[in-house]
Every structure is written in structure tokens, then in C-alpha cells.
């Protein structure tokens, strides 16, 4: 059995919604191990005052795979449940 969590996290980049992807996947993957799969959940941009675009912005839901530690409940309520008289 395999348990993922989800994150957001947001990319920018000059050149492209794409190019703002591929920058939020790279800094997230310095930090977290196992990602799965990223969803593209928003794109918008930023405009300068002239009317051209500034910059780029693609929002991504990450998954990536959950690792419980070693001897550590597998849900973070179990240890107050079974301290709980019956």
C-alpha cells in the first residue's frame, strides 16, 4: 500500500507557462523526494505598465510518495486514540 501527499506550489519564469512549470518541479525536487505527478491547476501572467507581458505563472498541485519513519504510527491520531480509556 502506498500513501501520497499533495502540495501546491507556483513557478514564474519570463518565458513561458511551461518554462514556469518546469522552475516549480526543479525547487521542489531539491526538497522533496519521490514526486509522481504535478498538475497544472492555474496559469495567469503578470503585465507591465506598457501592456507586454512581465512574467509567467503556472500553479501545480505535487504529489509525491509519503514516507512514515520507522516505528512511528502510520496515522498521526493513532497514538491519541489508543491512550483514550475505552
Partial sequence: MSVYRVTEVIGTSAT????????????????????RVAEVVEQDLTIGENGAIESYRTKLRLSFKYEVMAGAPEWEGQTAREAQPA
Fill in 16 to 35: 513561458s507557462w511551461e518554462d514556469a512549470a518546469q522552475q516549480a518541479v526543479s525547487a521542489a525536487a531539491r526538497s522533496l523526494r519521490d514526486l
